[in-house]
């Protein structure tokens, strides 16, 4: 029997380079999805495919297609009834890119009118989105691997940084065994002052839970997922104490070997009590900075280091306090679409 409410279903595609590996992802819960990928193709290409596919292969009851791309929903809706008027050309006359997709999406948009569609903000703590961009992830990440190797182990070492920055990272987790196993999900944010305070509040309940979630929902699609935490007080705790929810492991970054030594007691039992808990802890420096000057420094290695370690990240930050400006640009360099900003 037909469904009479609307399934939801959330799409996304992944890429690495232009063109490139990539994949394709459609979920409506973490027990309904599907997701493939290509070894030579765009992101566009998979948020298309993501897409059509999610049509295709949910073809009774009314739909309602969730995307987080623009191209996609604007094309759907506004740009491709002038291109079949113009018999699939742009306003400038030239072929309109990937009618081989276009064209079977604007017939299966025709041909249901149980069918519609919504944007949703990509990268924004939206459970489900975050869900499909995981499995489109995986399968790009799967079709890179079965190419095999690095451009840098190809090309006999060469630069670092001329490498993209997926393959960075793989390079240097080659390079530095300090680097954890598995898939690592940073997170890093705000200190307990722009969390509600030192002391248990709804802020911090709040951003404890959503963690949770995420942490749970990338769990599900990545069976090998660790959770990096420097465990500084504020959202680095608070991304322990979600992992230990979520039962999921987590690596402890310390900077030095004291990070908490200016911490007041109930504050340096917490530190200590979730570093004894984390499934391995790495010290980065053996040296503890003299003063405050050193000890900033000491920090923008450690971010740095995390940074560059990480295969995705949870930022938790206002998006207005501008001490979180250069970690986001560092961050959204490195990881780009795998970088989800949480608002407190």
């Not at 290509?38 to 059509?52: D, F, H, S």
């Not at 660790?226 to 992992?243: F, I, N, S």
């Amino acid at each position: 029997m037909a469904r009479s409410e609307p399934l939801r279903i959330y799409t996304d595609g992944a890429c690495s380079g232009n063109p490139g590996p990539g994949g394709w992802a459609w979920a409506s819960s973490a027990d309904h999805h599907g997701s493939g990928g290509e070894p030579e193709t765009t992101n566009n290409r998979m948020e298309l495919t993501a897409v059509l596919r999610a049509i295709e292969d949910n073809p009774d009851g009314p739909l309602v297609i969730v995307m987080d791309s623009t191209y996609v929903k604007d094309g759907l809706e506004k740009w491709s009834r002038n291109w079949v008027r113009n018999d699939w050309r742009t306003k400038d006359k030239k072929p309109v890119k990937n009618q081989d997709l276009w064209k079977p999406l604007v017939e299966a948009r025709d041909s249901r009118a149980d069918l519609a569609f919504e944007w949703v903000k990509g990268h924004s703590g939206d459970r489900m989105n975050d869900l499909v961009d995981g499995l489109a992830v995986e399968q790009r990440d799967a079709q890179r691997a079965a190419g095999g190797g690095t451009a840098a182990a190809s090309a006999g070492g060469g630069k670092l940084t001329d490498l993209p920055p997926a393959e960075q990272r793989a390079e240097r987790r080659r390079r530095d065994g300090r680097i954890p196993d598995g898939y690592l999900l940073l997170v890093v944010g705000h200190s307990p002052p722009e969390l509600g305070g030192w002391d248990p509040n709804p802020t911090s309940e709040s951003v404890r839970r959503r963690l949770v979630d995420l942490i749970d929902g990338y769990a599900r699609i990545t069976p090998d997922l660790v959770v990096l935490t420097g465990l500084r007080p504020g959202a680095e705790q608070l991304a322990a104490e979600a992992a230990i929810k979520a039962d999921v492991d987590y690596v402890a970054v310390l900077p030095f070997s004291d990070p908490d030594r200016n911490l007041a007691p109930p504050a340096r039992a917490r530190f200590r009590d979730l570093l004894g808990r984390a499934e391995r802890v790495v010290q980065l420096e053996k040296k503890s900075p003299a003063d405050k000057d050193e000890f900033a420094k000491a920090m923008r290695r450690r971010d740095t280091w995390l940074a560059n370690a990480a295969d995705q990240a949870i930022l938790v930050w206002n998006q207005t306090d501008d001490r979180f400006d250069r970690i986001f640009s560092d961050l959204d360099r490195r990881l780009g679409a795998e970088l989800t900003v949480l608002g407190p």
